[in-house]
């Protein structure tokens, strides 16, 4: 397939707004900003063996390349608009590219996300998505906003991916498959975000593990965080993982990657209104901590001993 075509075939997937004045074919992409918005701008890049695993299908690449950077959106509080790709393959292969664009436009569909543009190059796998959506800038969640005294929530369960991927890599993928649905078709919480916007809240996603992220929101906002152990929510499918001790299973919570939930602070008067509003969302949202005024973050087991853990999370230049 010559580049011409592949660009064509891409193009027949794309989502249609009336705000893509002009979009894939010229030089630049033109696009329409509605007054009073600032645009949120986020890109991310999968690398193959690095951030999937060599084995994942095209579909669900293409699902997961914009899902992050969807997930990156709902930690703004933005609404999500339009998408750039830029993808290096190694070849030019109809079969692999048609089932990206349907991972891909999958989401895209169900976000209203256009595609206006992207480059195409020839290369190891990677796939760079670019989002950009809206928000009010005095509405959007900062990862400065977090106060001494407020409470520490995430959404969703926590280890589910990291326990896909401990699946996978032990080649007892088939008896975990909600795990690796986790890991390689995140759902990015974006009605999350939004919703939190009516909070003066923190947030940030968790996509390199719980203590990592919670770490750069800790020193955006200069202050500590407290997390309980106990408190961590954990799905079913986690808890029934055969051969997984109490131990391994918190690790796997505390510094495994890829869950893209919503790691947040509310003021504690809040507390109320978020858990009503996350039912209304239908789900799951859990207090699991609360910001603290010395500068260091710290895990407490059910005794209120600190629990260190061998690993703080997933560094990709480590
Ligand atoms: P240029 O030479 O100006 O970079 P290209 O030939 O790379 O243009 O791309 C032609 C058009 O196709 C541009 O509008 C570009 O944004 C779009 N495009 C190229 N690759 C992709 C892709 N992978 N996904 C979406 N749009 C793409
Ligand atoms: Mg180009």
Same mark, same amino acid.
């Given at each position: ?56 299908? +095209? ?140 909070? *003066? ?26 997390? &309980? ?11 029934? &993982? ?12 505390? *510094?495994?990657?890829?869950? &893209? ?7 504690? *008067? *809040? ?38 853990? +061998? ?8």
């Amino acid at each position: 397939m010559s580049e011409f075509a592949l660009i064509e075939r891409i193009k027949r997937h794309a989502v249609a707004r009336d705000d893509v004045l002009l979009g894939i074919g010229d030089d630049a992409a033109l696009l329409a900003v509605p007054a009073g918005m600032c645009l949120a701008v986020s890109v991310d890049t999968l690398i193959a063996g690095r951030h999937f695993p060599l084995a994942t299908s +095209a579909v669900d690449v293409g699902y997961k390349s914009l899902a992050v950077n969807l997930s990156d959106l709902a930690a703004m509080g933005a609404e999500p608009a339009w998408a750039t790709l830029s993808l290096s393959l190694p070849s030019f292969d109809s079969t692999w590219l048609d089932q990206f664009c349907a991972g891909f436009s999958e989401l895209a569909r169900e976000f209203n996300v256009a595609l206006v543009g992207g480059d195409t190059v020839r290369g190891p796998l990677s796939i760079t998505v670019g989002i950009q959506g809206f928000v009010d800038p005095k509405r959007a969640l900062l990862r400065s906003r977090a106060q001494v005294g407020d409470l520490l929530w995430v959404s969703g369960t926590l280890g589910d991916a990291a326990l896909g991927l401990k699946a996978l890599k032990a080649k007892a993928g088939d008896q975990h498959l909600s795990l690796l649905q986790r890991l390689n078709r995140p759902t990015p919480r974006v009605a999350a975000g939004l919703f939190l916007r009516d909070f *003066s809240v923190a947030a940030i996603d968790v996509s390199d593990g719980l203590l990592a992220d919670l770490t750069h929101l800790a020193r955006r906002s200069q202050v500590g965080a407290r997390v &309980y152990l106990n408190q961590l929510p954990t799905s079913a499918f986690a808890r029934s &993982y055969v051969g997984l001790d109490d131990y391994q299973l918190r690790l796997h919570q505390l *510094s495994g990657g890829d869950d &893209y939930e919503l790691l947040f602070t509310s003021h504690r *008067s *809040s507390r109320a209104e978020i858990e009503a509003g996350f039912v209304d969302l239908g789900l799951q949202v859990t207090v699991i901590g609360e910001i603290t005024a010395d500068p260091t973050v710290e895990v407490l087991d059910a005794d209120g001993r600190r629990f260190i853990p +061998a690993l703080r999370g997933f560094d990709h230049f480590a």
